[in-house]
C-alpha cells in the first residue's frame, strides 16, 4: 500500500515518457539547429565549432580533438592482430558468416587469412560503443554551444574553461565522480557481458573448430538455445539431458543453503547474545575467526579431512561404524549423489552461519526489550515468543538480505567447485552430480571451450535471477522508496 | 507465602541455569565443530612425519594429531621449485601483496566516489546508473570473465610472451575496473548520514566536492576501512579469476592462491604436497585473519550496512 502511494506522485516528478522524452529530444535538437548562432549551427557538423565561435578555445579543443580521433578511428580501422576497428569491425560483425576472416579486400573479394572470429565480434561492438560515445559528444558539444548564445542573449559572459573546471566540483561533481567508472565498467564489465551474450548466438565452440581445423566461427541464430531441447551440436546432448537436472538442483540447492544458513545464524546468535552468558565475546570470535579464513583453504581443509584417506573416515573405522571409506563428496565417479548433495548443504552451514549470526546479532538487540517484556508477563514461553517477536522482526529487516543471500547462492562458485568439483561425474558429461548452473557454466567454457553453450547457460542463469529480483526486489520497500532515505 | 514465593523464584533459577549450561554446551560443541578443520590445517602445517624407508609423507594422513611435529613444511615451501619457478611462493606472496595494494587504492576509491554521487547527488541518470549496475550484476561473474580475457590479450596485457609480467596489470585491472559497480553497500552507509547536514553545509556555500571532503569523508571512516579491506583481502582469495586471467602456464605471475590450489589440483598435482600447502595456508590466512579480527568492528558495520538496506 505505502509503496503504491509513494509511487505516483514519483512518476509525476520524473513527468515524460520514454516517446515523449525522445520526441522533446527531437524538438529541442531542431530549435537549437534553427535558433542558434552560426557557431551553434556548424557545431552539428564540427565538434567545438560554437565554442570556437564564443572564444572558449580549449573546450573547443578537446571536442575537435576526440571527433578527429573517433572519426580516424572509424575511417582507417587500425588493426590488431590482423582484426580491424572501425567500419571494417562494423561489416565484419554483420557478415552472416564472419566465419570467413578479418580483413576484407573488397577488390578481390577475399579475406585476408589469420584472423581471429572472436576479435572480430569483440572489436565490432567495441566500435557500436565508439559510436555512442560518439553521439554523446555530438549532443554535448551543441548543448555546450547553444548554452553560450543563451547566456549572451541574456547579456552574460560565455562560461571560461576555468569556470568550467570550478563547476565540475560543484554543480556537476557527479560527472567528475562518475565518468572514471563509467569508462571502466563499460570496459571491463558491460562489454564482456555483451559479448558473452553474443557468443550465444554463434558457433564458438573450441572443440568443433578443432575438429574442422579452424579458429573462425559464424553466427547461427537461436540454434544453442534450441539445443536444449533438440540436443543437435556438440555439446547438444549434453545440454539436453543435464539442463533440467542441474537446474533443478540449483533451485533446491539455493532454497536450502538460503534457509538453513539463515535460521541457523539467528539461533546461533540468540544462543550467543543469551542473557547472563559469559564469554561471549569469545563465543563471537571463534565464528568470526572461521569467516576471516579464505574459503580455499578452509573449504578444502574441509575437503581432504573427508576424504577417502582423510582422519574423519579413518574414525568411523575405527569406530567399527563403517567397513570401508565413505565417498562423502562424491569425488569418485560412484559415490552416492544424494550423500554428497547432502554434504555440501550441511558444510554451506558451515560457511554461512557465522555470516548470518553476525548480521543479525546487531538486529536482534534493537529489537524493544518491553516486547519481551509484554510476552513474559502474558506467559509466554521462550519458543513461543522466538516465533511471535524475534522471528517477524528479523525477517522484516532482513528481506533484502534474504533475497540476495538466495541470488548468491544460485551463483555461488566456491563451495561446490572447492568441495565436490561438482562430482559424482557421470561419463559422458560435464555437468556432474551437485554441479550448479555457474559452475556448470565454468567446466563447459574453461575446461571445454565450448563458449556458445557456456553463454546460454549464463543467460538461462541470468533469467532466473533477474525474473527473481524483478518480482521481490522491485516490490520492496528498499526500493521503492529508495530515495525517501536521502 | 514467602516459602512459596522463595521455591518459586529457586526453581525459576534452577531453570535458568539448566538452560544456561545447556546453551554453553551446545555453544562449546559447535565451537569444536567450527574450528576442527582449521585446527586439523595447522596441525598439519607442523607435521613432520617419516615413513621407515625415510621418506617424507607429506600426503593426507588418516591420524588427525601428527607424530611429529617440526618446520620442515615451512621450509620446503620458501625454498622449493614449483612448476619450474625457484622460489616460487615467496614471488608469489609478493605479487599478491602488490595486486592487493594496488586493487585496495583503486577500488576503495571508486566505490566512494559512486556512493557518494548516487546517495547525496542529484542528477539526470541516477536511477538509471542504478538500474544497470544492478542488472549487470546478475549476471554470473565467470560469464564475462573468459572475455576480459580475450579482451587484456588482445592489447598485450596478458599473455603477452615479451612481457609476462603485464599479466599483473591486467589482473589489477580485471579486479578493480569494475569495483565501482558494487557501490550498494557504502551507499547505505552514506544514506544513513543526516541530508541536513549536507543541505546546511550548501547554504554555506560549499561546493559539492567541499562536502565529500569535509563532511563525508571523515564521516565515512567505518566504510572506507570496510572497503579497503574487502578489496585488499579478495586478491589473497580468488584462485580462479587469477588464474584464468595470469594464465595457466604462467606460473611465476600467479596469486598465491592459485599457486597453493594448483598444488593439490594444478596440471601436475602432488598429493604429496598437501602439508607444504597447509603450510602455505598458514602463512596466508595469518595477515588476512589478523587483519579481520584487527577490523572487526568495521567489517560488521559493513555488513549490516548492507544486508539491512539491500
Known sequence: ????????????????????????????????????????????????????????????????????????????????????????????????????????????????????????????????????????????????????DMDRKVGKKPTTFKEDLKELLDGKFHVMMLTPTCIAATIFTILPTIFMIALAFTTYNSQDMNDLGTNLFHWNGLQNFRAVFTGEGSLGIEIKNRFLPVLGWTFIWAIFATLTCYFGGIILALLINKKGLKGKKVFRTVFIFTMAVPQFISLLAVRNLLGEYGPFNSLLMQLGWIAKPIGFLGLHPSDSEKLAKVMVILINMWVGIPYTMLMTSGILMNIPADLYEAGRVDGASTVKMFRKITLPYVIFVTTPYLISSFIGNINSFNTIFLLTGGGPTYTGYQAGGTDLLVTWLYKVTIDQGSYNTGAVIGIFTFIITATITLITYRRSKAYNEEDTFQ | MSTEKKKRVSSQSRNRRVSLGATYTILIILGIIWLIPLVWIVLSAFRCQYQPDGTFIGRVTSN?????????????????????????????????????????????????????????????LRKTFMNV????????????????????????????????????IGLVLAYSAGAGMGFQIAKGFFDVIPNALVESAKLDGCTSFKIFQRIILPLAKP????????????????????????????????????????????????????????????????????????????????????????
Open chain 1, 1 to 148: 500500500m505505502g509503496a503504491k502511494a509513494n509511487k505516483t506522485p514519483k512518476n509525476q516528478k520524473t513527468g515524460l515518457t520514454f516517446v515523449e522524452r525522445i520526441s522533446k529530444s527531437f524538438s529541442d535538437f531542431g530549435k537549437r539547429f534553427a535558433d542558434g548562432s552560426p557557431g551553434t549551427k556548424l557545431s552539428h557538423f564540427i565538434f567545438g565549432a560554437g565554442n570556437f565561435y564564443h572564444k572558449q578555445y580549449i573546450k573547443g579543443l578537446i571536442f575537435l580533438l576526440l571527433q578527429i580521433a573517433i572519426l580516424a578511428l572509424m575511417i582507417f580501422c587500425p588493426s590488431i592482430n590482423g582484426t580491424p576497428y572501425g567500419w571494417k569491425a562494423l561489416r565484419n560483425l554483420s557478415l552472416t558468416h564472419v566465419s570467413e576472416g578479418g580483413d576484407f579486400d573488397p577488390f578481390t573479394g577475399q579475406f585476408t587469412s589469420g584472423s581471429d572470429c572472436k576479435l572480430m565480434v569483440l572489436f565490432g561492438f567495441v566500435t557500436i560503443a565508439m559510436i555512442f560515445i560518439y553521439i554523446l559528444l555530438w549532443n554535448k558539444n551543441i548543448q555546450s554551444s547553444y548554452k553560450a
Open chain 2, 64 to 124: 588427525f594429531f601428527p607424530k611429529q611435529f617440526g618446520l620442515k613444511n615451512f621450509k620446503d615451501l620458501f625454498t622449493a621449485t614449483y612448476y619450474g619457478v625457484p622460489g616460487a611462493f615467496p614471488r608469489w606472496m609478493l605479487n599478491t601483496l602488490i595486486i592487493a595494494i594496488i586493487d585496495c587504492i583503486i577500488s576503495t576509491f571508486l566505490v566512494l566516489s559512486v556512493a557518494y554521487c548516487m546517495s547525496k547527488l542529484k542528477f539526470k
Open chain 2, 133 to 168: 549496475s544492478m542488472i549487470i550484476g546478475l549476471f554470473p561473474g565467470f560469464m564475462s570473465m573468459i572475455a576480459i580475457y580475450f579482451l587484456l590479450k588482445s592489447i598485450g596485457l596478458t599473455g603477452n610472451p615479451s612481457h609476462p609480467e603485464y599479466s599483473v
Open chain 2, 223 to 310: 566504510i572506507i576501512i570496510y572497503q579497503a579491506l574487502m578489496s585488499f583481502t579478495g586478491p589473497w582469495m580468488d584462485f580462479i579469476f587469477a588464474k584464468v586471467i595470469i594464465g595457466a602456464d604462467n606460473a611465476r605471475y600467479w596469486t598465491v592462491s592459485v599457486g597453493l590450489y594448483s598444488m593439490l589440483f594444478g596440471t601436475h598435482p602432488d598429493t604429496n604436497l598437501f602439508t607444504q600447502f597447509a603450510a602455505g595456508c598458514v602463512i596466508v590466512a595469518i595477515p588476512i585473519v589478523t587483519l579481520f579480527m584487527f577490523l572487526q568492528k568495521y567489517y560488521v558495520e559493513g555488513v549490516t550496512a548492507g544486508a539491512v538496506k539491500g
